[in-house]
T-cell receptor, first 113, second 116 residues
Framework: GEDVEQSLFLSVREGDSSVINCTYTDSSSTYLYWYKQEPGAGLQLLTYIFSNMDMKQDQRLTVLLNKKDKHLSLRIADTQTGDSAIYFCAESLSMSGGFKTIFGAGTRLFVKA | GAVVSQHPSRVICKSGTSVKIECRSLDFQATTMFWYRQFPKQSLMLMATSNEGSKATYEQGVEKDKFLINHASLTLSTLTVTSAHPEDSSFYIC????????????FGQGTRLTVV
């Protein structure tokens, strides 16, 4: 089946690191993504990782992928109040004629000053 | 990066009327467009996938006669919510991908529909 799960809420203090976790069930996913959604806005792609990679780092963001356990995480270093948002984990699945993206429920990150 | 424009950003309509939402890819040809619906504090739910020039593929549980999707050109897809009811009030988001761009789909800013 196609299912992506993530915890619904995370609270951290400004300056600390945030780690948002995600698990997925379909082992045929090709790409895995992290999106950020601020209130009332659309989705912003933060980063993505190809399924044959273990890690990807992009400035304050670090993505870790454990394909064996089907576990994906997003670490935000030096978390700022502007990072407060909902973070969606998503996987890309091949389908005839293209692909489709399945989303997790989103993790609401609350950063305390 | 590529830009996807979604219009309108907000719309209020009366129960029983129809509402059309447009999704345009501004600087690339979108061979595939996706329509999502997001309920408050919930995840995005894929409603349908449309390929240019062909009928949309709807996900299980999505009424195709209620949510009409047209993808007549490589830069425009529309979602029409027919005979809208208050339970159709939601945040609708489109995304678009082009040929060979299998690393990501670009998202519109979303449309908040309120049916009164």
């Amino acid at each position: 089946g196609e299912d992506v799960e993530q915890s619904l809420f995370l609270s951290v203090r400004e300056g600390d690191s945030s780690v948002i976790n995600c698990t997925y069930t379909d082992s045929s996913s090709t790409y895995l993504y992290w999106y950020k959604q601020e209130p009332g806005a659309g989705l912003q792609l933060l980063t993505y990782i190809f399924s044959n990679m273990d890690m990807k780092q992009d400035q304050r963001l670090t993505v870790l992928l454990n394909k064996k356990d089907k576990h994906l995480s997003l670490r935000i270093a030096d978390t700022q109040t502007g990072d407060s948002a909902i973070y969606f984990c998503a996987e890309s699945l091949s389908m005839s004629g293209g692909f489709k993206t399945i989303f997790g429920a989103g993790t609401r990150l609350f950063v305390k000053a | 990066g590529a830009v996807v424009s979604q219009h309108p950003s907000r719309v209020i309509c009366k129960s029983g009327t129809s509402v059309k939402i447009e999704c345009r890819s501004l600087d690339f040809q979108a061979t595939t467009m996706f329509w999502y619906r997001q309920f408050p504090k919930q995840s995005l739910m894929l409603m349908a996938t449309s390929n240019e020039g062909s009928k949309a593929t709807y996900e299980q549980g999505v009424e195709k006669d209620k949510f009409l999707i047209n993808h007549a050109s490589l830069t425009l897809s529309t979602l029409t919510v027919t005979s809208a009811h208050p339970e159709d009030s939601s945040f609708y988001i489109c995304s678009a991908s082009g040929t060979g761009w299998d690393t990501e789909a670009f998202f519109g800013q979303g449309t908040r529909l309120t049916v009164v």
